[in-house]
């Protein structure tokens, strides 16, 4: 929803707040190479980017609590993306396939069974190709369900900045496949993953078998159900400094 009165309009152009789309599906089927999207309210979507656009940047507007109005009268300006009334079984929020798409302050609230951001890469070429690396996330939140951000073929250069991750049953961040590459060069910083009291805790903060990596200066609170805290597992040259641990 383009605007916290309701008011956007697939049919519309989509070039102001006044002629906003309602859909954020809508906004990502015109997209192109390039262009920015703005948004608020409360975005209720599990879609597709386009993996013939590069550099798309996603940007929510408002701050990120949750977007029920807590009385008549309200009018909410939070940024969150979160799963439809009728969610389709184990799909993300967003399946990812462009390349240099970034993220800046948008609240997602992932699928129980699913990532709220699905990197999917894989090995064809030429316009076949989902490439999902160069990817940034900057100052954002990912709470409630399986996976914040799950890599799903090997992605390159990914950078998590100034981020939030909370209660997530499987990993906050993970790698399912390496069918393509080993994930490299990741950068994940300066992000807050919080201890498991009042339910805000992870099974596991990051599971991925990195290469050449950097996770530095991160707050990595007391964990819900594993022993684990950062597994690399598989990774090489990576390097974990400044970090704080619960």
Not at 118 to 123: D, M, V, W, Y
Request: charged letters at 15%; glycine letters at 10%; one cysteine or more.
């Amino acid at each position: 929803n383009a605007d916290p009165g309701g008011t956007g309009d697939d049919t519309a152009d989509g070039l102001s707040p006044q002629t906003a789309y309602l859909t954020m599906g809508k906004a990502l089927s015109v997209v192109g190479t390039l262009d920015t999207v703005y948004f608020w309210g409360d975005v209720r979507e599990e879609v597709t980017g386009n993996h013939l656009a590069f550099d798309v940047t996603i940007v929510g507007l408002g701050s990120l609590h949750h977007p029920d109005s807590p009385a008549t009268g309200y009018k909410v300006g939070s940024s969150m993306w979160r799963p439809p009334a009728s969610p389709t079984t184990a799909t993300p929020l967003l399946k990812l396939r462009g390349r240099g798409w970034n993220f800046i302050n948008v609240v997602f609230d992932a699928p129980v069974d699913a990532a709220a951001v699905k990197l999917e890469r894989n090995a064809l070429s030429g316009s076949s190709e989902h490439d999902p690396s160069h990817a940034s996330f900057l100052g954002c939140r990912f709470v409630d369900g399986k996976y914040g951000i799950e890599d799903n073929g090997g992605c390159y250069n990914v950078t998590v900045d100034g981020c939030e991750f909370k209660a997530f049953t499987t990993a906050a961040i993970a790698n399912t496949s390496t069918s393509v590459a080993n994930p490299l060069n990741w950068k994940i910083k300066n992000s807050h993953f919080p201890s498991n009291v009042s339910s805000f805790g992870n099974a596991t903060h990051i599971d991925s078998p990195l290469n050449c990596s950097f996770i530095q200066h991160n707050v990595f609170g007391t964990v819900t159900s594993t022993a684990l805290y950062v597994d690399l597992t598989g990774g090489n040259g990576n390097v974990v400094s400044f970090n704080v641990l619960a």
